[in-house]
């Protein structure tokens, strides 16, 4: 069975996108919507805050409304954590804390096994085709040691509405996440996914193994998809992708919405395309871990974890292996995960529209290695028009992205599932 989990806050639209869920070709056994905010939106005296208290109000009572009027072809739970008295404290609210909510109800509502069931993670503000969640189950059965699903996205069809500014940002922002997951799976590197809170799937019971979703307040759909990578093999490819909202939004610390704010200011600090060498480096970091376990000496491929966590960082996981190298490795690829690949290529690369653009060529050579030559990109890549990012016209960034999303699609496909070890 399908449970679908959702937060949801100032969201007008929410009912009829629920409505809309009736024409998934399998349908979902329940919905569980956590209405949220934080309690100090009653009393501060912003207007805008007000509005918020008002919409979630009125999307809560209409969405028992339409319970009550039978308008939907599978059971919804709203749940309220934006009243007076069971909206968020100082302490604890956002995203992070609502999906939590929404995925601990449905875990409760498995009973207590689980077993078989898988809870499918959305957002009020993403479109999903109608064969959607019967894709999801399609993967799980297909792979049945898998214990989670990133599915594939593409933001949303029709935004050529946008003001271009705005498209420019979320095409800029789209080929980031696409260069970044491709250095790593051309890599060979374990943690190849795209944590997109709105495109993520488990089963039951490993949400309850793991100890469910940490509720940070943005970040949290990174965090929990790592933890599933840690656990078990996980999906990385479905034939119907989910189509994220395009909107401007300031509600989460970093994600899509503020990577746009800040794209439209031109500040692209934070969402670099990294060289493809940095990649490679880590990649022969991992393959030298078994010399290591043998050895108990360090190759100079791992000096940068030796800065990262010390000289002597290897020992107690060479100890606590049981002799067996296979142990040694995996605990290694667990200590430097997805998070430490990141903070790495952070601290070794920054931000820099001419050589982004570099980058995005050296990339783009290194797929068409794999086969994947593209005519528009060889133009771009080698006609000398192009000198940097800023010199992309909106036509060129939707080339890039279109280019990007066919490989990923493509690399996905013939390798859907990825594994840690």
Known sequence: MIYIALPAMDEPDLPSRLLDLNRQSLLPQAVYVCVNQPRSYYSDGIKEHDEVCRVNEAVYNKLRQFVQEGRFAFRVEAIDRFSPQNAWDDRHFGVGWARKVAMDAVSEACGK?????????????????????????KQFDTYPQAVGLSNPYYHTPGMENL?????????????????Y???????????TFTAIGSSMACRVDVYRKIGGISPFKSGEDFYFLQKLAKTGALIVH?????????????????????????????????????????????????????????SGVPSSALDFWQD????????????????RVEQFVRACKEKFDALRALQFLKANYPQHDVQDWQNLCALYRLLCSWGMVDGGMEVLCGEGRI???????????????????????????????????
């Open 113 to 137: 096994s689980g077993s078989g069931s898988i809870m499918v993670c959305m957002d009020a503000d993403t479109h999903y085709p109608a064969d959607y969640l019967e894709n999801i189950r």
């Open 163 to 179: 003001p271009e500014g705005q498209q420019e940002a979320v095409l800029h922002y789209e080929v980031y996440m696409r260069a």
């Open 181 to 191: 997951a491709l250095n790593m799976l051309l890599a060979g590197l374990p943690y």
């Open 238 to 294: 479905s034939d119907s992708a989910s189509h994220p909202s395009s909107r401007l939004s300031g509600r989460v610390f970093f994600g899509t919405g503020p990577a746009l704010r800040k794209g439209l200011e031109k500040r692209w600090e934070s969402y670099p395309v990294y060289p493809p060498a940095l990649f490679q480096k880590m990649a022969r970091a991992y393959e030298v871990l078994p010399d290591l376990f043998v």
């Open 308 to 323: 990262a966590f010390g000289a002597d960082w290897w020992v107690r996981l060479r100890q606590n292996s049981g002799g």
């Open 387 to 421: 000198g940097s990012l800023a010199d992309l016209k909106l036509a060129d960034w939707y080339a890039v992205r279109e280019y990007l999303f066919a490989c990923e699609s493509a690399l996905h496909r013939k390798n859907p599932v990825v594994r840690v070890v």
